[in-house]
C-alpha cells in the first residue's frame, strides 16, 4: 500500500549502557534521495549498520518492500538494562536477516571507510559481487560446467565498469587507485548487487569541493539510470542540500527533526545542535 | 576482454610442460636409476605433503580461516583408507589382538573378483581415496557446525583440539575392532603395488613414485580450478575483508563451511595417500607436530600460493630427509673427526635454514604469486589471463 522502500519504525541499539541510537523511525519513499544528517558519533553508521545486518537492534522493526528484514525486541539481560522505549511493542517473533541476505533482497551498501578487497583488481572486485545471484553451485563452479554463467558475470561487470567510467583501470589493484575512484568503485560494486535501495555511508568523505559537485551529479545520474531509490549519511552540507529531497537529522541517537532541505535548514534545533549558528 | 579471451598465454602453456616433464622424468629416472634411492621417497613424499599443503593453503590462505587440524583429517582419511582396502584374508591376522576385525568388506576383494587384478586394484584405491576425503570432509562439516563461528587464533585452538582428541579416540582400545586400537594397520595397497610385474612377480615396469606424483597432482588440479572459479573468488573476498564480502552478498556461514569441508576432504585424500607411502597406519603418526610441518611448508611456499606450497613441500621433505642426512653421522676426514657432525645436529641446520628463508622472504618463496606469473611478467600490462 505504502510506496516506502524501507521503513525503520523505533529503532534502538543499546551498547551495554550506551544507547547509540534512541527510538530512531524513518521512512524512504520510492525513488527519492534520503539524507541522513548529524554531528559526530550520533549514531548515523549505527543505524545504517542496523538497516543492513551488521547489528542486530536491540528494539525495534524494519521493513524493506513491506517485508520485515529486522524486528526485535530486548530480552534476557538486556530486558533489565533496557533504556529506550516501546520496550514491549515488538514482543513476538524475532526476525534478523544476515547481511548477504538483505543484500540479496535489494539492499546495498558502501562504507565510511572504504572496504574494498584489496588484494585483488578492480575487475575482480565488481566480479566477485555478481557471485551472489549468479546460478550455479560449487561442483559446476568448479568443473566449468557454468561457463554460460560466469561468461555473463564477466560481461556484466565490464559493461558496469564502461558504465562507470572504470574499464580503463580493471586490471589494478584495487587500493592503488586513487581515493576518489575508489569510491567510485566501491559504488559501482554495490551497483553490480542489483541493488532497489543504495545505502552511502559518507560518500563525498575526503574529497574536494570539485569532486564533491562532481559526486552530486553522479549520485543523481545513477539514481535515474538504475531506478535506485538512496539513501546517504553525508556531512557536506552543499552536497545533501543540492541532492536530497528528504533530510533526517539526528542527535545523541535520537531524531530531532527531518524535513525538506529548506525547513531543515531553517530549522532552529539543528542549527543549535549540527549546523551552527553562521554569523 | 576479447582480445585476451580464449588464448592460453605463455605462462599457463611453459607450467604445464614443466609439470608434464616432472612427470615423464620421474617415470624414466625410476625405471633407470637404484630405486631405493632416497630420491624417490622424497617425491612420493613431496607429492603426498603437496597436497595436504595446498588443501591447507586453500583455508589459511585462501579463505583466512586459522585452522590446525590437517593432521586429524589426514588421520581420519588414513584410517578409512586402510579400513575400506585391507583383504579380507589378512584381515584376521591384523587384528589378531582383538580376536578379528568387526568389519568385513574390502574394496580391494570386491573390484579384483569383479574387474580383474590390475583394473580392479585401481578402482579399489580410487574409491576408498574419495570415501576417505567424504569421510574427512563429514566430520569437519560436523566440528565446523559450532567451531567456524571463532575467529583467527581460536578457531586454531578448536581445530587443534579436534585432531588431539580424534588421536586420542583411534588409540582406544573399546574400539579396537575397528580401528586395532594402539596397533598398526597394514596390509592394504600401496605405491609399490603400482608396479607392473610380469607373471613371475618380477618388477617390470615401475610406477610407485608416478602414481602418488599424478594422484595428488590431479586433486591440486581440481583445488585450482576451484580457486580461479566464482567461489574461489568469494573466498578470497572473505579473506581480504569479512564484513564488506557479507555486505555484498556472500554467506559467511555457508562459505566458510564449504571451504573447510572442502580442505578436509582434500585432507583426507592425502591421508589416504600417506597411508599408501607409509605401507603402515598408527594414530600415533599424526600428530600436532605434523600439522606445524605442514603449516610450516604452506609459510615457506608463500600464504596464499599453491605453486609456492607444491615447491615448498618438496624442498622441505628433500632437506629433511634427504640433502641433510649426512649432518647427521660422525665423519672423519684424514683420521680427525669432522666437529659439530652428530645425531641431532641435521635439525639444528635446517632450523637455522628455515630462519633465513623466513628473513629473506617475508612472504615466503613465492608470495601470492603462482609458477606461471613468473613467465609472463612482460604481458601482465596487456590482459589478466585467468589460469
Not at chain 1, 524501507?6 to 523511525?25: D, K, P, R, Y
Not at chain 2, 585432507?267 to 605442514?294: H, P, R
Request: net charge neutral.
Amino acid at each position: 500500500m505504502s510506496n516506502n522502500v524501507l521503513h525503520v519504525e523505533n529503532i534502538t541499539m543499546q551498547f551495554g549502557g550506551v544507547v547509540a541510537v534512541n527510538n530512531l523511525s524513518l521512512d524512504i519513499p520510492e525513488g527519492k534521495i534520503v539524507a541522513l544528517i548529524g554531528p559526530n558519533g550520533a549514531g548515523k553508521t549505527t543505524a545504517f549498520n542496523c538497516i543492513t545486518g551488521v547489528y542486530e537492534p536491540t528494539n525495534g522493526l524494519v521493513e524493506f518492500m513491506d517485508k520485515p528484514i529486522v524486528r526485535n525486541h530486548p530480552s534476557g539481560k538486556m530486558k533489565k538494562i533496557y533504556k529506550g522505549e516501546n520496550a514491549d511493542k515488538y514482543l513476538g517473533d524475532v526476525v534478523a536477516m544476515t547481511p548477504d541476505k538483505i543484500t540479496s533482497l535489494g539492499i546495498s551498501r558502501t562504507f565510511q571507510n572504504i572496504r574494498l578487497w584489496n588484494s585483488m583488481t578492480v575487475f575482480e572486485n565488481v566480479l566477485i559481487a555478481k557471485h551472489m545471484r549468479a546460478n550455479q553451485n560449487v561442483f559446476s563452479a568448479t568443473f566449468r560446467g557454468n561457463a554460460k554463467e560466469e561468461k555473463r558475470m564477466r560481461e556484466e561487470t565490464m559493461a558496469l565498469l564502461v558504465e562507470q567510467g572504470l574499464d580503463k583501470y580493471k586490471d589494478e589493484i584495487a587500493t592503488s587507485l586513487p581515493y576518489g575512484l575508489q569510491r567510485r568503485l566501491e559504488i559501482a560494486r554495490a551497483l553490480a548487487c542489483d541493488p532497489k535501495l543504495l545505502l552511502l555511508d559518507e560518500p563525498a568523505a575526503g574529497m574536494n569541493p570539485q569532486e564533491t559537485e562532481e559526486l552530486a551529479a553522479f549520485i543523481k545520474e545513477i539514481r535515474d539510470k538504475y531506478n535506485l531509490t538512496i539513501f546517504l549519511i553525508e556531512h557536506h552540507m552543499n552536497l545533501v542540500m543540492d541532492i536530497s529531497d528528504h533530510i533526517y537529522v539526528i542527535d545523541f541517537g535520537k531524531m530531532i527533526a527531518d524535513g525538506t532541505p529548506s525547513e531543515v535548514q531553517n530549522n532552529p534545533v539543528v542549527i543549535d545542535a549540527y549546523l551552527g549558528v553562521t554569523e | 576482454m576479447s582480445n585476451t579471451k580464449k588464448r592460453i598465454d605463455r605462462g599457463s602453456l611453459i607450467t604445464l610442460c614443466i609439470i608434464l616433464l616432472i612427470f615423464v622424468v620421474t617415470v624414466v629416472l625410476e625405471n633407470t636409476i637404484n630405486a631405493n634411492s632416497l630420491l624417490f621417497t622424497v617425491i612420493r613424499k613431496g607429492a603426498v605433503y603437496s597436497l595436504v599443503a595446498v588443501s591447507m593453503n586453500l583455508l589459511n590462505g585462501f579463505t583466512g580461516l586459522f585452522s590446525l587440524g590437517q593432521a586429524g583429517f589426514m588421520l581420519l582419511g588414513a584410517y578409512t583408507y586402510a579400513i575400506l582396502t585391507i583383504p579380507n584374508s589378512v584381515r584376521d591376522t591384523i587384528y589378531y589382538l582383538f580376536q578379528g576385525s568387526s568389519f568385513h568388506f574390502s574394496l580391494l576383494d570386491i573390484f579384483q573378483g569383479a574387474l580383474g587384478e590390475t583394473f580392479g586394484l585401481i578402482v579399489a584405491v580410487i574409491l576408498a581415496c574419495i570415501c576417505a576425503g567424504i569421510v574427512a570432509a563429514f566430520f569437519a562439516f560436523l566440528i565446523g557446525l559450532p567451531v567456524l563461528r571463532l575467529k583467527s587464533d581460536y578457531l586454531a585452538i578448536a581445530t587443534l583440539g579436534f585432531a588431539e582428541i580424534l588421536r586420542a579416540i583411534f588409540q582406544w582400545e573399546k574400539l579396537g575392532k575397528v580401528t586395532n586400537g594402539a596397533n598398526a594397520l597394514r596390509g592394504y595397497p600401496t605405491f609399490s603395488d603400482f608396479n607392473i610385474k610380469n607373471s613371475s612377480g618380477m618388477i617390470v615396469f615401475r610406477l610407485s613414485s608416478f602414481v602418488p606424483l599424478l594422484l595428488a597432482g590431479i586433486c591440486i588440479a581440481i583445488i585450482v580450478l576451484l580457486i580461479n572459479s566464482s567461489y574461489g573468488r568469494a573466498f578470497k573476498a572473505i579473506r581480504d575483508d569479512e564484513v564488506a564480502a557479507e555486505a555484498m552478498g556472500i554467506n559467511l556461514a555457508k562459505h566458510k563451511q564449504l571451504s573447510f569441508c572442502i580442505s578436509s576432504f582434500f585432507a583426507g585424500v592425502g591421508g589416504a595417500l600417506f597411508a599408501m607411502f607409509a605401507s603402515t597406519v598408527q594414530a600415533k603418526t599424526f600428530t600436532s607436530a605434523m600439522t606445524y610441518e605442514i603449516l610450516l611448508i604452506v609459510v615457506i611456499g608463500g600464504i596464499g600460493s599453491i605453486s609456492g606450497s607444491c615447491l615448498a613441500s618438496f624442498l622441505y621433505i628433500a632437506c629433511s630427509e634427504w640433502w641433510l642426512r649426512f649432518l647427521d653421522n660422525t665423519m672423519y676426514i684424514g683420521g680427525t673427526q669432522v666437529p659439530l657432525l652428530r645425531n641431532g645436529f641435521r635439525m639444528v641446520v635446517f632450523s637455522v635454514i628455515i630462519m633465513i628463508v623466513v628473513l629473506f622472504f617475508r612472504q615466503g618463496i613465492m608470495g601470492s604469486r603462482e609458477l606461471p606469473d613468473l613467465f609472463r611478467r612482460k604481458r601482465i600490462k596487456e590482459g589478466k589471463s585467468d589460469e
